[in-house]
């Protein structure tokens, strides 16, 4: 069996696989530091996890009572924020990898190390298990320079300081799920509270919404998307630097108009704020969307996927008017597997 792990900066998630890819178990850890709770299964346990490593020996111990022999495990597969550009593909965590990807941590201060922190974790509790990460920058190593260029001094761009794109194992996902199926030009929303699109060609991302961060592009649950340069200058130098990176990434997006990021809540609402903050999630989706057919130079399907792409209808349809002239367009509805789509890298770097 495979375990993928996915550490957040307060939380762990894990899921278990079989070699056919078939979810064996899921669960969750989360409010490590604090009082969280303990998912696993059908299981609920209130618990304390002071760190990572305290919570994954808790969630490995509750995987074992659920009748799962950790004996069993072949290898153990990462989700990786951000992997800058070199890691572009894939990899098995050896010391040079796991090098890299503290290297990395400058361009991911808020994820790269909880993402080592499940590394180092799994690595002290079974120090011969295989372990492979998957990277949600990877996808869109495949956009061209001229989008993933910023027209700033070479000395900046130097610093690695470029678009990058995120959702990368989303999209991936989404065209493993398609198969041979796969329209030639996708446009593909992942919606969520992090919310970004792409323009898949062939099988490649062309181009991606989100940028040098996760804050870029769209409208999201509490990130303020594209925001002008400007602005944040005048917010820094009002605020600091900290407490201006909170707002844009903590207290903007849908929070930020109408106090709270719950899409669900916000559309079962019938204020004018609610409203309004909807309609700027929408049309600010649609927007990008030019943008990205621009890319291809057209469009032939549009995929949604993510916990509102998947769920909430309202904001399917009001995207889709919003580009009711591109005509009679394909809309699928994609089911996210971010975590199967590590166990599918991970299957086939084994098998290497």
Same mark, same amino acid.
């Given at each position: 069996?495979?375990?993928?792990?996915?550490?957040?900066?307060?939380?762990?998630?894990?899921?278990? &696989?079989?070699?056919? =890819?078939?979810?064996?178990?899921?669960?969750?850890?989360?409010?490590?530091?604090?009082?969280?709770?303990?998912?696993?299964?059908?299981?609920?346990?209130?618990?304390?996890?002071?760190?990572?490593?305290?919570?994954?020996?808790?969630?490995?111990?509750?995987?074992?009572?659920?009748?799962?022999?950790?004996?069993?495990?072949?290898?153990?597969?990462?989700?990786?924020?951000?992997?800058?550009?070199?890691?572009?593909?894939?990899?098995?965590?050896?010391?040079?990898?796991?090098?890299?990807?503290?290297?990395?941590?400058?361009?991911?201060?808020?994820? +790269?190390? +909880?993402?080592?922190?499940?590394?180092?974790?799994?690595?002290?509790?079974?120090?011969? =298990?295989?372990?492979?990460?998957?990277?949600?920058?990877? &996808?869109?190593?495949?956009?061209?320079?001229?989008?993933?260029?910023?027209?700033?001094?070479?000395?900046?761009?130097?610093?690695?300081?470029?678009?990058?794109?995120?959702?990368?194992?989303?999209?991936?996902?989404?065209?493993?799920? &398609?198969?041979?199926?796969?329209?030639?030009?996708?446009?593909?929303?992942?919606?969520?509270?992090?919310?970004?699109?792409?323009?898949?060609?062939?099988?490649?991302?062309?181009?991606?919404?989100?940028?040098?961060?996760?804050?870029?592009?769209?409208?999201?649950?509490?990130?303020?998307?594209?925001?002008?340069?400007?602005?944040?200058?005048?917010?820094?130098?009002?605020?600091?630097?900290?407490?201006?990176?909170?707002?844009? +990434?903590?207290?903007?997006?849908?929070?930020?108009?109408?106090?709270?990021?719950?899409?669900?809540?916000? =559309?079962?609402?019938?204020?004018?704020?609610?409203?309004?903050?909807?309609?700027?999630?929408?049309?600010?989706?649609?927007?990008?969307?030019?943008?990205?057919?621009?890319?291809?130079?057209?469009?032939?399907?549009?995929? &949604?996927?993510?916990?509102?792409?998947?769920?909430?209808?309202?904001?399917?349809?009001?995207?889709?008017?919003?580009?009711?002239?591109?005509?009679?367009?394909?809309?699928?509805?994609?089911?996210?597997?971010?975590?199967?789509?590590?166990?599918?890298?991970?299957?086939? =770097?084994?098998?290497?």
């Amino acid at each position: 069996m495979i375990l993928i792990l996915n550490a957040g900066s307060s939380s762990i998630k894990v899921k278990v &696989f079989d070699t056919e =890819l078939t979810e064996v178990l899921s669960g969750r850890v989360t409010e490590i530091g604090g009082r969280g709770q303990l998912i696993c299964g059908d299981r609920r346990d209130e618990v304390s996890a002071t760190n990572h490593a305290n919570a994954l020996d808790r969630m490995l111990r509750a995987i074992e009572e659920a009748g799962i022999d950790l004996s069993d495990l072949t290898a153990a597969g990462h989700r990786i924020v951000h992997g800058g550009e070199k890691l572009t593909a894939p990899a098995a965590l050896t010391d040079d990898v796991i090098g890299q990807i503290t290297a990395c941590i400058p361009l991911a201060p808020l994820h +790269n190390p +909880n993402n080592l922190a499940g590394i180092a974790a799994l690595k002290a509790r079974f120090p011969d =298990l295989p372990q492979y990460a998957s990277f949600g920058t990877a &996808f869109h190593a495949s956009n061209p320079a001229v989008a993933t260029t910023y027209a700033i001094p070479a000395d900046a761009r130097a610093e690695g300081i470029r678009r990058y794109g995120f959702h990368g194992l989303s999209y991936a996902g989404m065209v493993a799920h &398609f198969g041979d199926a796969l329209p030639r030009r996708l446009l593909a929303l992942h919606l969520g509270n992090g919310a970004s699109l792409c323009a898949i060609e062939d099988g490649q991302s062309k181009a991606t919404s989100m940028g040098y961060s996760p804050l870029e592009g769209l409208t999201m649950g509490t990130r303020s998307g594209t925001i002008d340069g400007a602005a944040v200058l005048r917010l820094a130098a009002r605020h600091g630097a900290a407490e201006t990176d909170r707002i844009l +990434n903590k207290d903007s997006g849908l929070k930020g108009l109408a106090g709270e990021s719950d899409m669900r809540s916000l =559309l079962n609402r019938t204020d004018d704020e609610a409203k309004f903050a909807v309609e700027h999630f929408c049309y600010w989706a649609a927007r990008h969307s030019g943008s990205a057919i621009v890319a291809m130079g057209g469009v032939d399907a549009i995929a &949604f996927t993510g916990g509102i792409g998947e769920n909430a209808a309202p904001v399917r349809a009001r995207i889709l008017e919003h580009l009711a002239f591109l005509g009679d367009v394909p809309v699928h509805i994609v089911k996210a597997e971010e975590e199967k789509q590590i166990a599918r890298d991970t299957l086939a =770097l084994m098998s290497r």
